[in-house]
């Protein structure tokens, strides 16, 4: 087996049959924060959240809900059961509207906008085998149950 390890901190391998694995890191997020469900989750998601992390400029965390990535006994239409999906949370100084077409810059083809998730407003990025983004919002601006609508009204509570 041969590594090859790109940058810091080592985050994932990729399988790449008899050659071995390739190791690869992120700039911007630590192993750590994966909390273990790296080794689930999609490579291709992991670096698109990367490289929105980078051109945003400002922190993304991982959010510190349970299923927050993986979700094993999520329905089968949820990206989060295949680890195609990541939830994060942002400051409230962000401006979320630059976020979300950074998001859909980066080639993220689920994006969900969640404005009044606590601590911090954040958005579900998904990398869905899809032609077609699938974007959405989803609010509680009462705190009495999440109601899912579209990602322009979501906006409308920032
Ligand atoms: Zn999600």
Do not use: C
């Amino acid at each position: 087996m041969k590594t090859l390890t790109l940058g810091g901190g080592i985050v994932g391998l990729i399988a790449l049959g008899k050659s071995g694995y390739l190791a690869f890191s992120m700039d911007h997020f630590k192993l750590s924060e994966f909390r273990g469900e790296h080794l689930f989750l999609s490579v291709g998601l992991l670096t698109k959240l990367d490289e929105f992390r980078e051109r945003l400029g400002e922190p993304v965390m991982v959010s510190p809900a349970k299923g927050s990535m993986m979700r094993w006994n999520a329905p089968n239409n949820s990206q989060h059961k295949y680890g195609r999906a990541i939830d994060v949370m942002l400051p409230k100084t962000v401006d979320f509207a630059r976020a979300f077409k950074i998001a859909k810059e980066v080639g993220f083809t689920g994006i969900g906008f969640y404005p009044h998730w606590r601590p911090f407003p954040g958005f579900h990025v998904d990398v869905r085998p899809t032609k077609k983004v699938a974007l959405w919002g989803a609010v509680n601006p009462e705190r009495e149950g999440q109601r899912f609508t579209t990602i322009g009204e979501a906006f409308s509570y920032v």
